[in-house]
């Protein structure tokens, strides 16, 4: 059964002058989902944040959160979504729980539901053995564990994080994916990164854009599906020409890395390993690897991009 969806963006277009920065561009969040949101910079990742969060007005499109429209009825709308930009909007000369007091203020929380609210963001952040100390004295992983207390503080629907853990050591890094974690179990969560292996690690779904347009809008299986490549690596024992394999059905090329090694190309849907091992064993090849290539998640993203860029 389809969970429901709390966030629907529909072709969102946002132009700069004659430069558009996003063209029609259209997605839905479901319940519990983590949306990876990737690009190459001046792809149009911040500038769809700022208008998912609704501190920038698209040109055409609509965006719905938590079947609140957000244009139509922005104060509305703007209650059911919690926002980290890249760069925390903290006050450094207050404590963590003073700033998270007023975050609770500005988010209209009830005044006799606002401790329990900071209680809330100050446990599930791992804030408690800093809520007394000025936020300007605490390192740059506390900081971006407040803000991202800040963003979550009135239980919305949908959380928005654009770079959370950019300038993170390893192990704030690790601490802020696993904070991610447990916030995308109650929230929706967009995930805005630049670091590939993230996006792998947190996220259901993956979009790439580049230029304003998106390029890829699935789910991470499919994404792992792309990173199979429709190649194999052989070598042999012995020296061997490629042309005794030519005939395979499925190889469309070899490439001929040296006289015992070769890569091997092939149609997804004719996989040739079978009919390779066959014909090794029945000619004596001595064949000594053969493995299925894999491209990286870098590779796939590359392609991606370069692909728009030549149709372009």
Known sequence: ?????????????????????????????????????LGPNGA?????????SGNLAPDNGQIIINGVDLLDHPK?????IGYLPETPPLY???TVAEFLQFCARLNAIDKQHQKAAIDSAIERCGLTNVSNRLIGNLSKGFQQRVGIAQAIIHSPAVVILDEPTSGLDPIQ??????LIRDIANEHSVILSTHILPEVQMLCDRVQIISHGQLMFNDSIDALSQKM??????????QPMLAEKMRHIPGIENIDTLSDYRFRVHYHPDTNPTQSLLQLAVNNAWQLSMLMPEQ???EDVFMKIIQNEDTDA
């Open 228 to 237: 199979q490549a429709s190649s194999l690596l052989l070598a042999f024992e």
């Open 1 to 37: 059964m389809m969970k429901e969806p709390l966030l629907q963006a529909s072709e969102l277009s946002r132009y700069f002058g004659t430069e558009v920065a996003v063209n029609n561009v259209s997605f839905t969040i479901h319940k519990g989902e983590v949306l990876g949101f």
């Open 44 to 52: 149009g990742k911040s500038t769809t944040m700022r208008m998912l």
């Open 92 to 94: 450094k000369e207050l």
């Open 76 to 80: 509305q709308a703007k209650a059911h």
């Open 173 to 178: 890094i690790r601490e802020i994916r696993q």
């Open 295 to 297: 491209h990286s998640l």
